[in-house]
């Protein structure tokens, strides 16, 4: 597997239920989009996911590819 696939894999789940989240908001518009942002705990040992290292660097880019999903089918609008 590599590290676009396990990340494809990751974010699925996560990106299906904030879809599931916006659909029970209905009509609701927010003035952004949400914003993704996770926190690894640096004291526990090295994560591993399929001989993946779980590394900060990696993180940034998850989170970058759901806010980029999140974006796709989001549409913010600007409050003035």
Partial sequence: MTEDEL????AGPII???KE???????QNM???PQVHFVR???????????FE???EFLEKLEQYIQDELE????????H
């Fill in 7 to 10: 990340m494809k894999e990751l």
């Fill in 16 to 18: 299906e239920k904030l």
């Fill in 21 to 27: 989240v916006d659909k029970e908001m209905g009509d």
């Fill in 31 to 33: 003035s952004e989009v």
């Fill in 41 to 51: 705990n640096h004291l526990q040992l090295p994560t591993e996911i399929d001989g």
């Fill in 54 to 56: 779980i590394t900060d």
């Fill in 72 to 79: 796709s089918f989001h549409k913010p609008s600007v409050l």
